[in-house]
Structure formats: structure tokens, C-alpha cells
């Protein structure tokens, strides 16, 4: 895992502890980028508005991230278990890589073909 994503991760779940919020982070790469996506989950959230659920993570992560690390967050996500659609929480689900087809062997870089005729 990129430091970004560790560091971010245990921010977020130590200091949202300390503030009597008991949440759980997940994370994705976004796929094609150098981007992440943050999920954090918390029945907390419940009694708070979006835009101060907002404001408490991205403290967090302003106060222990560079501005470089900032920039590689997609999103951040701020959920109630309700709100992610679960009663117990999973990580999302990633896509199985593609499977590369005969076809694809043959081509050149802009989907020609490799051989001229």
C-alpha cells in the first residue's frame, strides 16, 4: 500500500477515535489513476450533517498529509452503515483484471496491426 493510503487510514481511524467516533476506512484505487477513494463508515454520522462530516475528515487529513499526498484523494466518503447499504461492513468489490485475448497480441500501440502488409 502507498503511504498515502496507510497514513491516511490510521489517521483517520485514531483521531475520529479520539473525537467518540468509532469508524471503520476503506479504501480503493481509482482505477487508470494515481488517485484513491475513502470510504469511512461510521453510525456517528448519523447525527451530523454532510457538510461536518466533511469538515472532520478533511482536518484529519489536512493535518497529516502534504499537500502532494492531498492532491492523490479522489474522494472521501462519509457514510452511516444505512447510508453504504449494509448492516455489516465489507470493503467494495474490485473488478477481476482483464484477461488478455489473442487478439490483443497482435496489436500495435494504436490498435493497428502489427505487421504491415
Given at each position: 500500500m502507498p503511504v498515502l493510503v496507510d497514513r491516511l487510514t490510521e489517521a483517520l481511524k485514531s483521531d475520529l477515535k479520539e473525537a467518540g467516533i468509532s469508524a471503520r476506512v476503506l479504501n480503493e484505487p481509482v482505477r487508470r489513476t494515481r488517485l484513491y477513494r475513502f470510504f469511512v463508515v461510521s453510525d456517528a454520522f448519523a447525527e451530523m450533517r454532510h457538510s461536518e462530516r466533511q469538515e472532520v475528515v478533511w482536518r484529519i487529513a489536512r493535518d497529516h498529509l502534504t499537500p502532494a499526498m492531498q492532491a492523490r484523494i479522489s474522494m472521501i466518503l462519509t457514510l452511516t452503515r444505512e447510508e453504504m447499504g449494509e448492516e455489516e461492513?465489507?470493503?467494495?468489490?474490485?473488478?477481476?483484471?482483464?484477461?488478455k485475448r489473442r487478439d490483443d497480441e497482435n496489436k500495435g500501440r494504436f490498435g493497428g496491426s502489427k505487421t504491415r502488409e
Open positions: 461492513i465489507r470493503p467494495p468489490r474490485r473488478a477481476p483484471p482483464r484477461r
